[in-house]
């Protein structure tokens, strides 16, 4: 069965420092994709970032990069010089071969970013 | 660029109401799904569609109905609302694949009294 793990329900970080939040993931599927959703208090999932499983680069989007460790079985979301807009719930995600197509979550990091 | 529109934003029921969440994508997406996020647990998905006429059965399907007469609408009903039921409700659409960014509504927060 596939799992998505995140150890930290809730973490802090000064503003303009870089934050690293942990996602380890579970699956038997050889082929799988990774993301990462953001979810502000106004409740709305907001795609941030994806890393497929064959990529050999770590993906990156803006302030955002993932972490990607396929050994490990890892897909860490680092963000660069945190802003206050960051503070949000932050959900890892995985989708396999499975022919539903769904989407395995994780239970989510609430991230506050401090002034 | 409507994207995924979800309505309600809000509802509250009674046990053993029934009432139809409404779905709908301007994006020609094949894919859809409904999900329920549910504190401390992430999203479950509920029920799913790879096209018109084609839906099945998620992780937590029990009490929900669907179906998808077209591309872009992919309604959820509950037959017999129970309190278990409250949560937040999200639609998603997308193409189907792995590696595909799913978009998503901005929810449905229903409160079964």
């Known amino acids: 069965a596939q799992k998505i793990t995140q150890t930290q329900p809730g973490m802090f970080v000064q503003e303009k420092e870089a934050v690293t939040l942990d996602c380890t993931y579970d699956?038997?599927?050889?082929?799988?994709?990774l993301f990462w959703y953001k979810q502000p208090s106004s409740g709305e999932m907001i795609f941030l970032i994806y890393?497929?499983?064959?990529?050999?680069q770590n993906a990156t989007e803006g302030r955002y990069s993932l972490n990607f460790q396929k050994a490990r079985k890892s897909a860490n979301l680092v963000i660069s010089a945190s802003q206050l807009g960051d503070s949000a719930m932050y959900f890892c995600?995985?989708?396999?071969?499975?022919?539903?197509?769904?989407?395995?979550f994780g239970s989510g990091t609430r991230l506050l970013v401090r002034p | 660029n409507a994207g995924v529109t979800q309505t309600p934003k809000f509802q509250v029921l009674k046990t053993g109401q029934s009432m139809t969440l409404q779905c709908a994508q301007d994006?020609?997406?094949?894919?859809m799904s409904w999900y329920r996020q549910d504190p401390g647990m992430g999203l479950r998905l509920i029920h799913y569609?790879?096209?018109?006429?084609?839906?099945d059965q998620g992780e937590v399907p029990n009490g929900y109905n669907v179906s998808r007469s077209t591309t872009e609408d992919f309604p959820l009903r509950l037959l017999s609302a129970a309190p278990s039921q409250t949560s937040v409700y999200f639609c998603?659409?997308?193409?189907?694949?792995?590696?595909?960014?799913?978009?998503f509504g901005q929810g449905t927060r229903l409160t079964v009294v």
């Open positions: 569609s790879v096209g018109a006429g084609i839906t």
């Open positions: 998603a659409s997308s193409y189907p694949g792995q590696n595909t960014e799913a978009f």
């Open positions: 995600a995985m989708r396999g071969m499975d022919s539903s197509y769904k989407l395995i």
């Open positions: 994006m020609n997406h094949e894919y």
């Open positions: 890393q497929g499983s064959y990529d050999e």
């Open positions: 699956t038997s599927d050889q082929s799988y994709g």
